[in-house]
Each structure stands twice: as C-alpha cells, then as structure tokens.
C-alpha cells in the first residue's frame, strides 16, 4: 500500500459568527475542480467548486449553507493561502481609456480583509429599510444556500432583481409582518419591482454595504506608467 502524506491543520475564524473552525489545505484533487471550473468561465461552476472544496477542508461541524457569501469568500481565500502559497498573481488591465497595457501584479492574502463588519448594533440598523411612513423592511445577508440559478440570471438586471429579493428577510406593512421565507420568489420579485426609483436606492445602498472580501490594490501600469488604486472586492476580483 502506498504512502498517504499528511497534511497540516490550521485554525480560522468564521467572519459573520466568531466560530472557529480546524481546515486543512486542499491538495491536487481539489485543485482540480477549481481549474475545470475556471476554464470553464461558468459563474455558477466556479461558486460551486468553490464550495465544494470548502466542504471537504473544513473538519470543523459547519453548516455551509448557512453561511453568508462573504463567509464563503473568506473560508476559500484563506485556504489557497495555505494551498498554493501566500501571494497570487493577477494580471491586471490599464484604467487609462486610451491604454491597453496589462500589468501583473502580486497580492498578499494575509492583506485581504472583509470590509464593513460593523458592531451588531450597527448592523441591526442597517438591515432595517425604511420605504415609505407605512412599509419598511429587515434584509438580510445572502448566504451560500441563496446562490442564484442560471433562470434568474439571464440579464444583469435580472440578477440584481432577484438578489434584491432574496436578500429580503421581513416586510411590515403597517401592523402586519410578512416573513419573506412564507412567500414565494415570483411574490417577492414582484414586491421589488414595485419599488420606486428612490427606494430602489435605498435597498441597493444596503446592498453595496454588505461586508466584502476587500483589497487595496496599488499599482502601476506597465506599459503607459499610470499609477493605480483600485479596490478588490469580491471572491470574482480575485480571479481576474
């Protein structure tokens, strides 16, 4: 029989709950997922295998689909820290319109944070939108369970409709409070787009202000010399 090589244990910190969990880094199996996922420019594939490898390296009890996108997001780029090394490579396009230069560029991970984790009081405030003098509404974060099918993602204005909706947790209509998990996708869809220019506004500003992976990335362009800072955001900046 031959030799199985083990691998090392590492602690981390659940961001949205402090829970503490014991991983190890994913090896060439898992790997490989993630590189036919790549390949592949499928969105959904590439959140699947990203899941997928979490499932197998956390050896902690964890409820995955529980867990908020940035949770994923975290938990994933924590483990490629400890998989292929501390720092991956980008390539990078120029910002000036009139230059096409491409620029690699290394990131650190240990330098990658989750942005906008506030005091749970902070929090609580935030989720509660306030439509008009009679309906306001509690959003949530989405989570890794919330993942959007391909149906609901046909245009841009499609996926952002649909993440509005299931991003709403309760919707309190005078003395009445509608739990959204009571409702249906359709109902909720049409409850958003009912919503008017202003109040629109309000919910995408909840939703821009949801804690992100985040990285502030100097650098400059190869080819014209422009001197960049641009900020990463996003499990998808990372893949650039």
Known sequence: MLPIIATPKYDMIVPSTGQTVTY???????????LIALE???EILIEKSVVDIIKACIESPLKINDLTTFDI?????TLRSKSVGEGIKLLVDCEVEECDGQTDVK???DEIFVSNLESEEEIKNSKHIELNDDISMDLRWLKASDRLPASMRKTQTDTVINT??????TIYSGEDI?????????ELVEFVESLNTDQ???VLEFMDSTPALTH???YKCAKCGHEHDRELKGLSDFFI
């Open 24 to 34: 190890r880094p994913y090896v060439v199996k898992e790997e490989k997922i993630l």
């Open 40 to 42: 592949s420019n499928d």
């Open 73 to 77: 997001e975290y938990i994933f780029i």
């Open 107 to 109: 990131i650190d991970l």
């Open 164 to 169: 509005v909706a299931k991003s709403i947790e």
């Open 178 to 186: 509608h739990a959204a998990k009571d409702a249906t996708q359709n």
């Open 200 to 202: 629109f506004a309000k």
């Open 216 to 218: 502030d990335l100097k």
